[in-house]
Structure formats: structure tokens, C-alpha cells
């Protein structure tokens, strides 16, 4: 079964949720996990080993649990590292040092979020699953309120709407996520930054299955992808700037990508980085006689490669 098909069943349902986990949709409804459709489940993650070895119903039946995901306590305040390179680990940072004034994110019973608090982009963030629908609820809402947050009513992921929401209350430098599967198209995200007259940098996530034409667009047109199990995100990064980690890669395409990076490390790392030869291409990962850089609580090497480099330890099947 596909996101859509999912949407359209449960949608008529007043709190409904569709996440993914190892590949598998997993349905939340109320607070309960009421279905889970493994017809693109994975048989190996690396992220999701170091996490949890629940299977997927488990896995997010331990979320609701311990991090109130999918409820009206869920929290969405956090100043602490949930996995080594996440996106709002990274994004958090970079609002933290004056990089970006705000980040557009999405968060489950809220939908799409604007926030220049950087603990409340990692609040939503951390150990956030791919988010494909959401309903509202009010009470999350109105906590991201009181934390100065922008949502919508209708809790509709809509990244393009939030960009320019961003933009009418005033922040210029933004960073804004997409989803890779089953989110916005990427050229309406940079049409709406040259008529808000901003600059965004675009992370796409949640890249697992994304057709051939997607990956193009996305290695075209996005500053930082993380690829998840997708095949052809890996196999169309080979002119990336930078690659980080080998398990589940995370490519940087841009500038504007590379700086998002350089935020999340310390001065002499962010040094190192801004120095890389642009005609080049890079490697950062755990071995290697290159100069390391701190990365939250890693410390990888940065060594010339050809890209992309590949890993016995990654998702299985890829898609």
C-alpha cells in the first residue's frame, strides 16, 4: 500500500497519524497503532539498531510511550542530541549560532511548524520518524504557541505555506525540511524563496522509495539530502560535495548545504569545512588520516573520495 491509499482510508478519522518505521507505514489512530502495512519493510537499519530492536508496531508503541509522540503530552522542548546527525540536531545548532533565524519543520498533532528556538526545533525533531499525515491536536498546538511558534489550524504539512509564513513575520535565512517521498515539490519551495526574497536551505528526509525522477530533483535542487534506504539517492549523488557517513548517507550539495553543517561543529571543525576544496569531493566518516571535526558527539575524519561510498553496514533491501 502506498501514503495515499493510507490517507484516504483513515483520514475521515479525527486522530490520525501516518509515520513510517523500517520501511513499514505505520498507522496511529487516538493514541493506538492501528495498522501497520509492511509491504516495504526493510530487513536491516543501522539507525533503527542503534535505536530499538522492537519491530515497527513496538517501535512507535514505545515512542507514544516514552516520548508522548502522537499525543496531547508530547513534548516539543529539548536541548539535548536525540541521534548523532539529525536534521534538527544540525538545524538546532545553526539557530542557536545566528546561522538561520528560523526553521520549518513538521511535527506530529501539529503539522507543518515555524520556530526560531532552537530547543523547540529539536523538541519536534528528535527521534521524529518520517511524518506523512497528521491531525491537530490542540493541545500541542497551543504549546508551540506559548513557545512563539507558527502552526496551522489544520495541522496541514505544507512547507511552501510555512516558507512564506516564515518570511511575513520577518526571518530571512531559513531552513526548511521536505519530505522526499511524499512532500512539496521542490521548485515550488525555491519559487516561493525568490518572490519572499529569502534564502533557504532545503533538507530533504525521508528519502526511502522516492521514483528516479524525484532523486533527480532532489540531487538538482536541494542543498542537504539524508538518504535513508533509497538506491537512487545514493546511485545520483556521485557530484556532491560532501558525504557524511557511510551506513545511511548524508549527501551536501551546495554552499548553502555545507554551512548548515558547519554550525553543528565546533569552530575549528566549521574552519575545516568552509576550507574544502569546492572542485573536490569528500568523505567524513569515523576512519580515515584526513582532519577530523566535531559533529555533536562524533569526531570524523575528512578525506578525498569518490562518491557515493558504500557500506556493508546499510538499510537492506535498498529502494
Not at 502506498?2 to 483520514?11: F, G, H, S, T, V
Not at 502495512?37 to 522492537?54: K, R, T
Not at 512532500?183 to 532545503?202: H, K, S
Request: charge should be negative; hydrophobic fraction near 40%; charged fraction near 25%.
Amino acid at each position: 500500500m502506498n501514503p495515499e491509499d493510507l490517507i484516504a482510508k483513515y483520514r475521515h478519522r479525527p486522530d490520525f497519524h501516518l509515520t513510517r518505521v523500517m520501511g513499514c507505514w505505520v498507522v496511529i489512530v487516538g493514541g493506538e497503532v492501528a495498522e501497520v502495512d509492511d509491504s516495504e519493510a526493510l530487513d536491516h537499519c543501522p539507525l533503527q539498531a542503534l535505536l530499538s530492536h522492537a519491530d515497527a508496531a513496538d517501535y512507535a508503541r514505545e515512542k507514544i510511550a516514552t516520548l508522548k509522540q502522537f499525543t496531547a503530552d508530547r513534548e516539543v522542548w529539548r536541548d539535548t542530541l536525540g541521534v548523532p546527525f539529525g536534521t534538527s540536531e544540525m538545524m538546532m545548532h545553526a539557530v542557536r549560532k545566528g546561522i538561520i533565524d528560523c526553521a520549518v519543520t513538521a511535527c506530529d498533532g501539529a503539522g507543518t511548524v515555524v520556530t526560531a528556538v532552537p530547543e523547540v526545533v529539536q523538541g519536534i525533531g528528535a527521534r521524529m520518524n518520517g511524518l506523512f499525515y497528521t491531525s491537530p491536536i490542540r493541545e500541542v498546538q497551543a504549546r508551540l504557541r506559548e513557545h512563539g511558534a507558527i502552526v496551522f489550524d489544520d495541522a496541514r504539512i505544507d512547507q511552501v505555506a510555512g516558507l512564506r509564513q516564515a518570511a511575513a513575520a520577518g526571518h530571512r535565512r531559513i531552513a526548511l525540511t521536505v519530505n522526499g517521498r511524499y512532500g512539496a515539490r521542490l521548485a515550488d519551495v525555491r519559487e516561493a524563496e525568490r518572490e519572499t526574497d529569502t534564502q533557504v536551505i532545503l533538507a530533504v528526509v525521508c528519502t526511502t522509495g522516492v521514483s528516479e525522477e524525484r532523486a533527480d530533483e532532489i540531487v538538482a535542487t536541494a542543498d542537504i539530502a539524508w538518504t535513508c534506504a533509497s538506491r537512487p539517492m545514493r546511485e545520483k549523488s556521485t557530484d556532491a560535495l560532501l558525504q557524511l557517513t557511510q551506513g545511511i548517507p548524508i549527501f551536501v550539495y551546495t554552499e548553502r548545504g555545507l554551512e548548515l553543517l558547519a554550525a553543528y561543529s565546533d569552530e575549528a571543525g566549521g574552519e575545516v569545512l568552509r576550507g574544502l576544496d569546492r572542485a573536490k569531493h569528500y568523505l567524513l566518516a569515523a576512519h580515515g588520516d584526513g582532519p577530523r571535526v566535531r559533529l555533536g558527539p562524533a569526531r570524523p575524519a575528512v578525506v578525498e573520495a569518490e562518491l557515493p561510498v558504500r557500506s556493508r553496514n546499510e538499510p537492506r533491501p535498498l529502494r
